[in-house]
């Protein structure tokens, strides 16, 4: 049982949206019992705005291996709140302003309490609202963890160590999906960490929408509909290979940077598909350092140090759209919708 007893005059039932059958992505907004903590580690949050995901609700019916089965299913992993109560030893204490993901394997934040842990928390950056906050922890950790967790580049190359930099400055990284929620914070790390070129795959070479991911950090933007990749480094290979290549795709894409990251020592880490499942024949024969599907870990520790760099201002989130909790079918029809322009936000208290 929680190590702490939960203070008086909290509500017995909060709203929530839930999705009440997961053979189905129906959704409902209803209410459940206030979460009381049950493991040493957990934080009781009133959530101010949540952030649902693409494709979350075809999680539990798709990968029940990582999804218990019974669990409540409270939709939005990732969430922005104010700590309600805490562990003694947990670092957090009642008023803290935080924000975190939570694991997928528990309930999420699109309700008016829930419970996350404290390893999984961190507090929010003072420089953003809480609207801004929720559209952090996914995006902004999976780019974290692909980048400097995953690829090679050097985090200590953030805060300035020139060792770091001089070795990051020898890499080139491609990014692939870097106008989306995931890839604008990759372009934006390795830039910030001193990647010696950082080319960014995106739908148009020129234009606003180019600028704007240049304005990230990008060196290079290539349009996909203007080439392929297999094309592109084909013109100069030598020029063009690169070291790290972060897929945020999957398909045709993800195996078209099988031409792009260098033989022997590249690294090719994908959020979406497994590399060697979209391998090409004709480059059966070539190696890489490294090939790779991860799944982002919530942890806060890493949130931390993204807070610190959003504070400092050399790090920005995007919001598309914030909803009502009232309107969360609307939210999950331009999460699903493919067209948001940064994340979409669902607020849960009057204060988002």
């Not at 906050?133 to 580049?153: H, R």
Request: with cysteine; net charge negative; aromatic share 6%.
């Amino acid at each position: 049982m929680a190590a702490f007893s939960l203070p008086a005059g909290l509500p017995e039932t909060v709203k929530a949206v839930l999705q009440p059958d997961i053979q189905t992505t129906d959704l409902v907004l209803t209410t459940i019992p206030l979460p009381k903590p049950t493991h040493p580690d957990d934080v009781l949050v009133r959530v101010h705005a949540s952030a649902p995901c693409n494709g979350e609700l075809l999680w539990a019916k798709n990968y029940p291996a990582m999804i218990p089965a019974g669990k409540l299913a409270v939709v939005g992993q990732d969430m922005a709140g104010t700590v309600v109560a805490a562990p003694a030893a947990s670092g957090f204490t009642a008023g803290d302003e935080v924000f975190c993901r939570i694991d997928a394997s528990r309930p999420g934040s699109a309700s008016e309490y829930t419970l996350a842990r404290a390893s999984e928390l961190a507090r929010k950056p003072r420089t953003l609202g809480w609207v801004d906050a929720a559209s952090v922890p996914l995006s902004a950790l999976t780019a974290w963890q692909a980048v400097f967790e995953q690829g090679s580049l050097e985090a200590a190359g953030l805060r300035g160590d020139a060792a770091a930099r001089q070795r990051n400055g020898a890499k080139r990284v491609l990014v692939t999906g870097a106008s989306g929620s995931v890839g604008r914070w990759a372009v934006q790390l390795a830039a910030l960490a001193g990647a010696g070129a950082v080319v960014a795959l995106a739908g148009a070479a020129q234009g606003p929408g180019a600028d704007a991911v240049r304005a990230l950090g990008a060196t290079e933007v290539v349009s996909y509909r203007e080439t392929t990749l297999a094309d592109w480094v084909a013109v100069d290979r030598a020029a063009r290979e690169c070291d790290l290549v972060v897929d945020m795709v999957g398909g045709s894409t993800l195996a078209g940077c099988w031409s792009v990251a260098k033989a022997g020592s590249g690294e090719l880490i994908s959020v979406n598909t497994p590399p060697d499942m979209v391998k090409p024949e004709a480059l059966g024969s070539k190696t890489l350092g490294k090939s790779l599907f991860f799944i982002v870990s919530p942890r806060g520790s890493d949130l931390a140090q993204i807070a610190e760099l959003i504070d400092a201002g050399k790090l920005k989130p995007a919001v598309d759209r914030a909803y009502a909790m009232e309107d969360f079918a609307a939210a999950f029809d331009r999460v699903e919708s493919g067209k948001a322009q940064g994340k979409v936000i669902i607020k849960i208290s009057d204060e988002a």
